[in-house]
């Protein structure tokens, strides 16, 4: 039977157990590092067949690694880190898994916009060192929002403040503006958002900078920034500068530049912006719901390709074999298994 390789960190981690399902039906799964360092991997993808990835890169070098590889699941909706140019050339399929974790992403942006709005992280380390000053925040239901990217996430976002009756502009380009109009939101450019909005969010793909500074220098002053999709959407030393003048009234993300190799670089991680940056590592997926919504299309879409079956997911187009049905990915919960 196949070799199923999971890099992902959190894969198997909710309540359901993927790796039980998958060796109750007779595969090999291997576990390898998340950031997918080719020299600790290439053994394993040596023997690969199908691929789980993480949020670390898949590069032209690692699939070279896997001459038995099929399909390459990615593990969450991104696949920018992916090479999808080389998988199809070597007739690799790319899947993801689209909506699996846009509630628990939502939920983590509605988060981070309280906890900005009333110092919330500030005030708990200062309460630490015996400070009980108070600072004074805002309502976020007397915001006016902007979501630029007003796909799955952004228009969960949208819902979830609509119970604040905050007033919401969004903008995405493969949205017409009668369709935004129709999910509650006025449609906007992100140059509008940027003059017009006292908080925006930002859940568009990556690979472009949005908040550059030409943008930032437009933004209504003293605009709260939130970023839980990708740290190329910002210039970061832009973002700092402009919370350093009070151009920007601050900024909340759950990720920055060279996260994943755990660096502290940012110019966002100044000690003197403390007050008006509040960072998190990666939480906005980590949820067991959204864990166990990613691991179970994952699988799915791995299996689909392995039995022959066109996965539900694809990214990329690339010829399955013969059809058969492919095998179930009902995994059992972790108490099942005790």
Not at 244 to 249: A, M, Q, T
């Amino acid at each position: 039977m196949p070799t199923i390789l999971a890099t992902s960190r959190s894969f198997g981690d909710g309540d359901l157990d993927f790796t039980a399902l998958l060796e109750s039906r007779g595969y090999t799964v291997l576990r390898g590092p998340s950031d997918h360092d080719l020299a600790a991997l290439a053994p394993l993808l040596a023997q690969t067949d199908a691929w789980i990835a993480g949020t670390g890169p898949v590069r032209a070098e690692h699939l070279a690694a896997a001459p038995g590889l099929r399909v390459v699941a990615r593990y969450g909706v991104g696949y920018e880190a992916v090479d999808v140019d080389a998988a199809t050339a070597r007739g690799i399929h790319v899947t993801n898994t689209p909506g699996a974790n846009s509630d628990a992403v939502a939920d983590h942006t509605i988060g981070l916009m309280l906890a900005a709005l009333r110092f919330t992280v500030d005030g708990d380390r200062r309460v630490r060192q015996g400070d009980w000053a108070a600072r004074r925040g805002r309502e976020l239901g007397t915001a006016t929002v902007g979501i630029i990217g007003f796909g799955r996430i952004g228009q969960a976002v949208a819902r979830r403040l609509s119970g604040f009756e905050a007033r919401v502009y969004a903008s995405d380009p493969f949205m017409t503006p009668e369709q935004i109009s129709a999910l509650g939101a006025v449609p906007s450019s992100p140059d509008e958002i940027a003059r017009e909005c006292d908080i925006v969010t930002l859940h568009a793909p990556g690979g472009r900078t949005l908040a550059d500074a030409a943008w930032v220098a437009s933004a209504r002053p003293g605009m709260l920034l939130v970023n839980t999709a990708r740290p190329d959407l910002v210039d970061e030393a832009v973002l700092a500068a402009a919370l350093r003048s009070g151009g920007l009234g601050g900024y909340a993300a759950d990720t920055l530049n060279g996260d994943t190799a755990g660096s502290r670089d940012s110019p966002l991680l100044a000690t003197d912006l403390a007050d008006r940056v509040v960072v998190t590592p990666h939480l906005g997926a980590q949820t067991v719901q959204a864990v166990d919504n990613m691991g179970r299309i994952a699988v799915q879409n791995a299996l689909a390709v392995l039995e022959g079956v066109a996965p539900p997911n694809p990214v990329n187009t690339v010829p399955v074999g013969t059809p058969e049905p492919p095998a179930s990915a009902n995994a059992p919960s972790k108490e099942q298994r005790s």
